[in-house]
């Protein structure tokens, strides 16, 4: 090459490719080598977990959220996600359904027969639960091991994003701190690469405090406990009270593509320098429907139209910065 300090990177993104084992350190878009071209993988592997509030005036809700499972579902397969699904409720009673998968078989696949109407089964679990909502409390004891490795075997994966989403329309009340809930996730799901979480809490609820989403007559509780979670992680929360739930299972789902396709690079780039192309087509940088450059982590996030899909190829091109 006429210029040493270019560096290029090409992606392959195989995201299903058989046969392609996924490590810890694999999560996530692996670092760019020192080679002119690299081709690689990345894990598209999540496993997801739904905890759905179960208590009174939750059916509406329900309803609205599993009439985007089509879709949810469609955009999944599309983008070649190997996924695992499972569904909780904040029952947690000794008597309650809350603290184990619900449904049989325990949880769902990308191979599953009748997916999409399974799913919707357990997320319209009904509202007959208790209304003293343990929703952390259910999501926990669904991670212990004496769980996993029994009623909930095969569903949790080492080298699988954990994503939880959470319907509801209050806030959580288990006794478990949320610092403790931290840590026990932390524990459980250690980073993958980077600072980049292995773990990912999302929610869709009451946003606000004191505002204009009233769930059930002029009742209104933000769900504070589980936004701490989400800002922890840097997941997504979004109204329940809109009239309809398709953009926020949309940027739920979104938000997961992203931290799967996160492209670290091993040398800090000069920015104005970088080049993205998805199958030779030049992406513009934009945090719509483009690619975006953290600092933080020197990685670089796809967005909208521009996430990668299965088999796409990616080619990352740019110059290091001055004295990288």
């Not at 006429?2 to 392609?20: E, F, H, P, R």
């Not at 492209?263 to 934009?286: E, F, M, S």
Request: aromatic letters at 8%; proline letters at 3%; a negative charge.
């Amino acid at each position: 090459m006429t210029n040493m300090m270019l560096k290029s990177a090409l992606l392959i993104l195989a995201l299903g490719a058989a046969g392609v084992g996924c490590t810890q350190q694999d999560f996530g878009l692996p670092d760019s080598s020192q080679e002119f071209a690299a081709t690689v993988t990345y894990n598209n592997k999540v496993d997801i977990v739904f905890m759905v509030d179960n208590s009174s005036s939750m059916t509406q809700y329900q309803n609205k959220f599993a009439t985007e499972v089509p879709a949810m579902i469609s955009a999944l397969n599309r983008l070649g996600l190997d996924y695992h699904i499972a569904v909780v409720t904040s029952d947690m009673r000794s008597a309650g359904n809350g603290g184990r998968f619900i449904g049989s078989p325990k949880f769902l696949s990308s191979s599953s027969s009748n997916l999409v109407s399974s799913l919707q089964s357990r997320i319209n679990v009904g509202q007959n639960g208790s209304d003293l909502e343990r929703g952390l409390e259910s999501l926990k004891a669904v991670m212990q091991p004496s769980y996993l490795t029994g009623e909930g075997a095969g569903f949790f994966r080492d080298d699988a994003l954990l994503a939880m989403i959470v319907l509801t329309n209050e806030d959580d009340y288990s006794s478990e701190s949320t610092a403790s809930l931290k840590s026990f996730f932390d524990a459980l799901k250690p980073p993958f690469k980077g600072t980049t979480k292995a773990w990912i809490m999302n929610f869709i609820g009451v946003v606000t405090i004191g505002g204009e989403c009233n769930t059930t007559a002029d009742f209104k509780e933000a769900g504070l406990r589980y936004m701490e979670l989400a800002d922890y992680t840097g997941g997504i929360k979004e109204s329940v009270c809109k009239s309809t739930l398709a953009s926020a299972v949309s940027n739920v789902r979104a938000r997961i593509v992203e931290i799967l396709s996160e492209y670290h690079l091993d040398r800090v780039p000069n920015i104005a320098t970088i080049q993205v192309r998805i199958n030779g087509v030049l992406i513009p940088q934009d945090a719509t429907n483009g690619w975006t450059y953290h600092a933080s982590g020197n990685l670089i996030r796809f967005h909208g139209t521009a996430q990668p899909g299965a088999n796409d190829g990616v080619r990352v091109d740019y110059t290091p910065a001055e004295g990288t």
